[in-house]
């Protein structure tokens, strides 16, 4: 056969399938909706009619290929900006493609698959290592763990597609300035992922922990969703040039995007220019419209800009005093995952003893003091009269403060606290703190799910209770694990007095992956946020000094065992702006949107 009849048949058969699917698909929907069509007793009964058109509506709604491909590279740019990969840059420009995408279709439904989509590929892609643990440690095949991950971010994907959603319902109904609102509703969806979850784990802020420090400066201001949100802004703006001002035949449409770029970004210089002319020639009535669509852009855009400019490159620092008010011996562990035995766990017990004591042999004055990072060796301080004696004979033998982690009995359960526990060095307890927020599914079943598949998942009591310990003239804010990546929590500590905060984190379950860094980005963040220096001890890395400004220093090397010796100097006791008035950011961006989508309900009804 010839290449010319090859083709020609080819072109023949495409025609006729094509044909054939466009029947079917315009039978299907004028069967559903002409209540003439179809069998009586099909008709009479409608599940089916209702049933078809719910599939048909499905498959309407599917985006196209084009605008998928834009959600993934958005996806992709994001997962690279965060460690591991660490190119932090490429995440002001991540959400310019998704954003196109979004505003591209016609159908919320659409918008929500491409939310969804990139969601999902967002979350797995920076979250893949949580597999890690059950491949390793649970005897779950490789491909089921990675399955069951998979399908995890696919629930977290739902915020994605909501904010996918709201985009497309604004764009479509207010237009262009609407675009500004994009911010708004990223951080309204991620601080709504925060309180229906318990978890915010990699924020899009997150990415810039180890970027330029005029970035990571806003947090002081904001947290973490002042930096979400000043990313978005600047993507968003980007998407709304190439949008508007190269697409749109309006020449006041075109200017909308570039009044909000140089409100945002240069300075009111040239708005007059850029508006009013357009605005003058206009009649009465389309002038009217055209005043409120400018208030609607520059009223958010400058609002955006003043959070940019006043955060960017200045933060409160708490500064601390000169007089050192203690000398802290931190110890990384290495201690092993696989289950061990006594012999063993007695063996790693007194090698991290043995360390510690080399650290403190360092120190010839003042006060010292010994952290001990959460690790699987499962201390029990009350129960374990045997531990008990070993640890307050180490104090009062060192004159040392030490803080370590332990299971503590809950006196209003049978359950226990994942708890830290402070020794003075008369060798009695000083202090314990309870964690207050366990690991959803892994340390305790997320409320209302509390006491679901007992011995499958832990059984942890949550913490009531934010207790600061003393060490010391100075006092600690303690943050267990997962606790790092709750500001609301190291806030609260600072509030209540904390001059340092310190992390006993164990990592070791899931592997050396980007976990690790991951990981020390949220202390990096609470750092910031407060002001205080965080004091990081880890299991097996990244074990680490952290400064007022975030950065980081004197770090140990992951999976080895070493020690590190760092002081703690009191504060002046300066509160930042997000230690006074905490995520309002967020409760800004939630009230914006709701307004939003109010308005536009409330105009659709009148």
Not at 73 to 94: C, E, G, I, K, R
Not at 251 to 268: H, Q
Not at 534 to 548: F, P, S
Request: aromatic share 14%; hydrophobic share 50%; proline share 5%.
């Amino acid at each position: 056969m010839t290449s010319d009849l090859r083709a020609e048949v080819t072109a023949s058969v495409t025609e006729k399938v094509t044909i054939c699917v466009t029947g079917v698909h315009d039978a299907a929907f004028s069967f559903i909706l002409n209540p003439q069509i179809g069998h009586p007793e099909r008709r009479a009964n409608g599940e089916t009619d209702k049933i078809l058109l719910v599939v048909l509506s499905i498959f309407k709604g599917v985006p196209s290929l084009r605008n998928c491909a834009l959600a993934i590279a958005s996806a992709l740019m994001l997962v690279l900006a965060f460690p591991d990969s660490n190119w932090w840059w490429l995440a002001w420009f991540a959400f310019v493609p998704v954003v196109l995408a979004v505003t591209d279709e016609r159908r919320s439904i659409a918008a929500f698959h491409l939310g969804q989509l990139f969601g999902t590929a967002y979350f797995f892609g920076t979250t893949w290592w949580l597999a890690y643990a059950p491949t390793h440690y649970g005897g779950f095949p490789a491909a089921l763990s990675y399955l069951l991950i998979f399908f995890a971010c696919m629930i977290v994907g739902f915020f994605p597609a909501i904010f996918a959603v709201i985009l497309n319902i604004v764009w479509r109904r207010y237009g262009a300035w609407s675009l500004i609102a994009t911010p708004f509703i990223w951080v309204c969806t991620e601080y709504l992922r925060f309180l229906l979850t318990g978890n915010n784990w990699n924020a899009i802020g997150y990415s810039q922990a180890f970027g330029p420090q005029n970035i990571l400066n806003a947090a002081s201001v904001g947290g973490v969703y002042l930096v979400s949100f000043n990313i978005v802004a600047f993507s968003t703006l980007i998407a709304a040039v190439m949008k508007l001002a190269v697409t749109s035949s309006d020449p006041f449409e075109r200017r909308v995007p570039m009044l909000a770029f140089s409100t945002y970004f240069v300075a009111p210089v040239g708005v007059i220019y850029l508006l009013v002319d357009p605005v003058l020639r206009a009649s009465f009535r389309e002038r009217r419209k055209r005043y409120l669509s400018i208030a609607l852009v520059a009223v958010p855009a400058t609002v955006a800009g003043l959070m940019f400019f006043f955060t960017a490159g200045t933060t409160t620092e708490a500064k601390p005093s000169n007089d050192l008010a203690a000398t802290a011996v931190v110890v990384q562990a290495d201690v092993p995952m696989t289950p061990l035995s006594a012999v063993k766990l007695d063996q790693l017990r007194s090698r991290q003893i043995q360390l510690a004591s080399e650290g403190l042999s360092k120190i010839q004055s003042g006060t010292r003091f010994v952290i001990l990072p959460e690790s699987p060796m499962n201390y029990m301080y009350t129960d374990d009269r045997e531990f008990q004696t070993f640890i307050n004979d180490f104090a009062r033998r060192n004159n040392a403060w030490v803080l370590f982690n332990s299971a503590e009995p809950d006196d209003e359960s049978t359950r226990y606290f994942n708890s830290a526990v402070m020794i003075d060095p008369s060798g009695k307890k000083v202090g314990q703190y309870n964690k207050v927020h366990l690991v959803p599914f892994g340390e305790a079943m997320p409320f209302p799910l509390d006491g679901v598949l007992p011995g499958l998942v832990g059984t942890f009591a949550y913490g009531r209770t934010y207790d600061v310990l003393p060490v010391g003239d100075v006092k600690a804010g303690i943050l267990i694990c997962f606790e790092s990546n709750f500001g609301t929590l190291s806030r609260r500590f600072v509030g209540d007095g904390a001059d340092v905060l310190i992390e006993l984190t164990n990592d070791g379950y899931l592997g050396p992956t980007p976990v690790l860094k991951q990981h020390l980005a949220n202390a990096v963040f609470r750092a910031v946020e407060t002001s205080r220096p965080v004091l990081r001890a880890t299991n097996v890395g990244v074990t680490g000094y952290i400064d007022e400004r975030g950065q980081v220093s004197d770090t140990l090397p992951v999976y080895q065992e070493g020690t590190r010796i760092w002081p703690i100097r009191k504060t002046n006791g300066t509160m930042t702006f997000y230690v006074r008035f905490g995520d309002w950011v967020a409760w800004l961006s939630i009230s914006v949107v709701l307004a939003l989508l109010l308005y536009a309900t409330f105009r659709r009804r009148v």
